[in-house]
């Protein structure tokens, strides 16, 4: 009987010992070597690009990507060139940075147009904060004439101080018109309300951007001007005419300025939506009027706070103060509001302070 014996296993393998298979293994790795090694330094060189713009554009603390810092502080943020686009409407609407996290915290809240944000020197609005050991927040916007933009962010937010100091504005262009009036064009009110965050952070990233290709050719306006997320100010050293020292003091162009009825009925139901504490005033300007602001103050039983414009210079005519208006307004404005009752009750003076006060 003969035993069955398997013959030699056949497979479709290539030995490499085999001068066939090495041959075709040589060729393999001729072909594929310069292929994976041109992929391998296109990536490599691509992480490196990524790495140096983000170097490039990256600042230690800064409070969104790519801002531009104040002096190497991050607190500070490029925000508005003259004329240009301005980035705090997106980051207030859509929650951008810090700024909106600090006025969550704030005990006192500004509101306003362009006016308290020059008119407000923030270096006293600090000074006064760690007076009274409070927190306050600048959340007026330039451009923007009516409160209702502020009032949605307020809303969105759900923003609660203790206490709402608020500017009035104009006569015939009241900050508590509900209307949709605003400026800078592409960074308007009424467009960055109508889409999502996503969108808002591509815009402040592309301004960002387009502002460090264009400051170091001096390619900006000369005046430009710094936000503080911490305090929502601006920094306006910067602007010539608003470092001026011989500016013109303000002339007041209105006599007689009653509250008209429907001013006063707006006002009622916008610090109704707010709730809380509210403290009426009018930053110096050329259409100031102290009667119209104790009107609306009056009719809502809130406490206002006045001051005689033609006491105080402007940077532009009448419109804004300069900065040593702005230092002695704000001297005066902080002076009186913390004598108001609502004031000290809202935020009593340390015990050990309040004894020292009555001694004097």
């Known amino acids: ?22 041959a075709s293994s040589s060729l393999f790795h001729r072909a594929v070597a310069p292929v994976v090694k041109y992929w391998l330094a296109f990536a490599g060189t691509a992480v490196g690009l990524i790495l140096l713009a983000f170097a490039a554009i ?19 943020y490029y925000n508005y060139g003259i004329y240009s686009e301005i980035q705090d409407n997106d980051i207030f609407f859509h929650g951008i940075g810090h700024s909106i996290e600090n006025a969550q915290q704030a005990d006192i809240i500004f509101l306003g147009t362009s006016r308290p944000l020059l008119g407000i020197d923030w270096r006293l609005f600090e000074a006064f904060e760690q007076k009274h050991h409070l927190k306050m927040f600048n959340m007026a916007f330039a451009g923007v004439p009516s409160g209702e933009f502020a009032l949605r962010i307020i809303q969105k937010w759900a923003l609660k101080p203790k206490m709402w100091v608020i500017d009035v504005g104009e006569l015939h262009n009241s900050f508590f ?11 308007a009110t009424e467009r960055v309300v109508s889409y999502g965050r ?3 952070f591509k815009n402040v990233l592309g301004r960002n951007l387009v502002w460090r290709l264009k400051i170091p050719f001096g390619l900006l306006n000369q005046g430009r001007s710094f936000r503080s997320a911490k305090t929502g ?3 306006l050293d910067g602007w010539p005419n608003y470092l001026s020292t011989s500016n013109p003091r303000i002339q007041t162009v209105i006599d007689s300025c009653p509250a008209p009825p429907e001013e006063l009925e707006d006002a009622r139901h916008y610090v109704e939506a707010l709730g809380g504490i509210a403290v009426l005033t009018q930053t110096p300007n050329k259409d100031s009027c102290a009667r119209r602001v104790l009107d609306i103050a009056s009719a809502l039983t809130t ?55 009555a001694q004097h």
């Open 1 to 22: 009987m003969h035993k069955f014996s398997p013959g030699p296993v056949v497979t479709d393998s290539i030995d490499d010992s085999s001068p066939i298979g090495c």
């Open 177 to 187: 018109s509900m209307t949709w009036t605003s400026a800078f064009g592409a960074s």
């Open 303 to 357: 406490p206002a706070i006045t001051v005689d414009a033609t006491q105080f210079t402007t940077a532009d005519g009448g419109t804004h103060l300069d900065r040593i208006g702005a230092h002695e307004y704000t001297a005066v404005l902080f002076s009186q509001l913390e004598q108001l009752p609502a004031f000290r009750k809202l935020f009593p003076a340390p015990k050990e302070e309040a004894g020292v006060s």
């Open 198 to 200: 996503l969108r808002a």
């Open 58 to 76: 990256y600042s230690p603390g800064e409070d969104h990507l790519a801002a531009i810092p104040l002096n190497g502080d991050g607190a500070w």
């Open 233 to 235: 100010n601006w920094y």
